[in-house]
């Protein structure tokens, strides 16, 4: 079992940039996609982010494209989110995600979240 532990978030002013990491534990395999979701207050969680873990392939929400990246490291098995340009909107708890396929079953493993405050 993957476990997903997030590292990064806190308070930015607007205009300011942040880096989310997400350390993995246990194999990443080339075929899962890494992601972000988010979730703001009284919203529903949406996802910002992802890439795939063997190519690299990335794709990302209209709302962040040009202010977010998304890049991995598999040596250190982490992904990372650049924040730059934040907006008040950017508020939410930001989680890691691991998308796998093993055969005919498929999954979604979360990470616990880490809040990230962007103040006006």
């Known amino acids: 079992q993957v476990q997903l532990v997030e590292s990064g978030g806190g308070l930015v002013q607007a205009g300011g940039s942040l880096r989310l990491s997400c350390a993995a534990s246990g194999r990443i395999f080339s075929s899962d996609y890494m992601g972000w979701f988010r979730q703001a207050p009284e919203s529903e969680r949406e996802f910002v982010a992802r890439i795939r873990w063997g190519g690299g392939l990335s794709g990302y929400a209209d709302s962040v494209k040009g202010r977010f990246t998304i890049s991995r490291d598999n040596a250190k098995n982490t992904v990372y989110l650049q924040m730059d340009s934040l907006k008040p909107e950017d508020t939410a708890v930001y989680y890691c995600?691991?998308?796998?396929?093993?055969?005919?079953?498929?999954?979604?493993?979360w990470g616990q979240g880490i809040q990230v405050t962007v103040s006006s």
């Open positions: 995600t691991r998308d796998w396929v093993v055969g005919l079953q498929n999954g979604r493993s």
